[in-house]
């Protein structure tokens, strides 16, 4: 796959280069040398898993650019947008310890908001198509876009021949 670049501009007065690269996940998102970028997080159902993205501890280390090989990044973190906002580090630590479900959630939802109205650094264009095909013999299957896949109701399917 070989880079190319695609220049265009808008009524709006924003000049927008595409630069499109083989390692761009791997290295240049790793190295913070972007401005802009289109990626997809896939997570858990629970938005534990989510937690790494928006953690200031999350933030890893800045991949040098002329490394020889990409696996020597330091991929520990997945907070790619640096965010470092003390209340939504409270919040999700607070998640870890919080037992009940509801209150669980109150804490994720005033993360959100704090991080939607102060951190805004993701927005998000579209959610992560999937697909999912299966025999009509087989009933109750359902798609599942998290990690989890399409397997994660198996206990519902039946049969029929």
């Given at each position: 796959?070989?880079?190319?670049?695609i220049?265009?501009?808008?009524?709006?007065?924003?000049?927008?280069?595409?630069?499109?690269?083989?390692?761009?996940?791997?290295t240049?998102?790793?190295?913070f040398?972007?401005?802009?970028?289109?990626?997809?997080?896939?997570?858990?159902?629970?938005p534990?898993?989510?937690?790494?993205?928006?953690?200031?501890?999350?933030?890893?280390?800045?991949?040098?650019?002329?490394?020889?090989?990409?696996y020597e990044?330091?991929?520990?973190?997945?907070?790619?947008?640096?965010?470092?906002?003390?209340?939504?580090?409270a919040?999700?630590?607070?998640?870890?310890?919080?037992?009940?479900?509801?209150?669980?959630?109150?804490e994720?939802?005033?993360?959100?908001?704090q991080?939607a109205?102060?951190?805004?650094?993701?927005?998000?264009?579209?959610?992560?198509?999937?697909?999912?095909?299966?025999?009509?013999s087989?009933?109750?299957?359902?798609d599942?876009?998290?990690q989890?896949?399409?397997?994660?109701?198996?206990?519902?399917?039946?049969?029929?021949?």
């Open positions: 796959m070989s880079s190319h670049s220049t265009n501009r808008t009524k709006i007065g924003v000049k927008l280069t595409i630069k499109n690269a083989p390692d761009i996940l791997s240049n998102m790793t190295g040398d972007f401005q802009t970028i289109i990626f997809a997080w896939v997570g858990a159902p629970d534990y898993t989510g937690n790494v993205i928006w953690l200031s501890s999350a933030i890893p280390a800045e991949c040098p650019k002329k490394l020889a090989k990409a990044c330091d991929y520990s973190g997945q907070n790619y947008t640096k965010v470092k906002d003390p209340q939504v580090d919040l999700l630590n607070a998640t870890d310890k919080e037992p009940d479900p509801v209150a669980r959630a109150q994720f939802n005033q993360a959100d908001l991080l109205t102060n951190d805004v650094t993701v927005i998000p264009l579209f959610q992560k198509p999937t697909q999912l095909g299966y025999k009509s087989i009933s109750g299957v359902q599942n876009p998290t989890d896949g399409f397997t994660w109701n198996i206990e519902d399917w039946t049969y029929t021949p």
